[in-house]
């Protein structure tokens, strides 16, 4: 396993984890509307109940392709390795690609969606003025919290391919 590999991976990883936040965002933006920060969220309308199952159904299309695509090249690259992976080098890779997927979410979509959105032209009605459209400490600090929160995902994902 090499860092190259990592990188490659998660690049590779980034393609659907794109394609499915910006697809559902650009089309029903209100499905985020709990992954917005608390201002835009207090001015906003509450979900309908059609809105609260999309999202349910969005929650894990998004899930499988933030966790699951890197599971699956994690996965892959086991049955590449002669011997299979250790836990310290399926966790060092899984984790690595996640990583790689996070900091894409952060540096090349959430930033730059605060850059270019315009608050008094947004994207959820009833949020004009809002300034959280602007608050790139929001998505740092989701950034740091799913760094750490991520670990009762990988870890688990880790062992078990580990020892598969």
């Known amino acids: 396993m090499s860092f190259s590999r990592v990188v490659a991976d998660g690049l590779v990883a980034c393609v659907p984890f794109s394609v499915v936040v910006w697809a559902s965002f650009l089309t ?3 499905l985020w509307l709990h992954s917005l920060p608390p201002d835009i969220q207090a001015m906003a309308a509450p979900k309908t109940p059609m809105e609260r199952r999309l999202t349910a159904v969005m929650g894990v299309v998004v899930l499988l392709s933030f966790f699951g695509v890197p599971i699956a090249l994690t996965w892959r690259l086991q049955g590449e390795t002669s ?3 250790s836990f310290a080098s399926a966790f060092t890779h899984l984790y690595g690609v996640w990583m790689v997927v996070n900091l894409w979410d952060l540096v090349l979509i959430d930033w730059p969606y605060a850059y270019f959105v315009n608050p008094n032209l ?3 009605p009833g949020t004009a003025g809002a300034v ?3 608050d790139y400490g ?3 600090r989701g950034f740091l919290k799913a760094s750490l929160f991520s670990l009762a995902i990988i870890l688990p994902a880790a062992l078990l391919i580990s020892l598969w």
């Open 122 to 124: 947004p994207p959820i």
């Open 28 to 30: 029903m933006p209100r």
């Open 83 to 85: 011997g299979g992976l």
């Open 132 to 134: 959280g459209y602007k």
């Open 138 to 140: 929001f998505h740092l």
